[in-house]
């Protein structure tokens, strides 16, 4: 049974925005939490994490475009996504980590992932 369900994509236009959300187990809670893409052929790769005392770190390719934030009360990470270009295609992963964030969202440093949810741009 899957303990992250990630939900959201769909397909937009580009300049388009959608929120993407992650329910997670409340034993995560503490957890480093964390959003990922993968494309067609390319590697996985971390756009932005959010540790338990509100750090939020994002990959330069999104930042000032996503932001990563957090309902504890619902235990639910969002990622809500603006002006989305083609580029932006992939499908989005959230992923966990007992440990604490690191500065950079790399995919070795996380234990748990959902099952992915597809996010298409079109032009």
């Known amino acids: 049974q899957a303990q992250l369900v990630e939900s959201g994509g769909g397909s937009v236009q580009s300049g388009g925005s959608l929120r993407l959300s992650c329910v997670f187990p409340?034993?995560?809670?503490?957890?480093?939490m964390a959003w990922f893409r993968q494309a067609p052929g390319q590697e996985r790769e971390g756009l932005a994490s959010?540790?338990?005392?509100?750090?939020?770190n994002y990959a330069d390719s999104v930042k000032g475009r996503f932001t990563i934030s957090q309902d504890k009360a619902e235990h639910t990470l969002y990622l809500q996504m603006n002006n989305l270009q083609p580029e932006d295609t992939a499908m989005y992963y959230c992923?966990?980590?007992?440990?604490?964030?690191?500065?950079?969202?790399?995919?070795?440093?996380?234990?748990?992932w959902g099952q992915g949810t597809q996010v298409t741009v079109s032009s």
């Open positions: 409340d034993s995560y809670s503490s957890y480093c």
């Open positions: 959010r540790d338990q005392d509100g750090t939020r």
């Open positions: 992923a966990a980590t007992p440990y604490i964030c690191l500065d950079q969202v790399e995919v070795t440093a996380f234990n748990y």
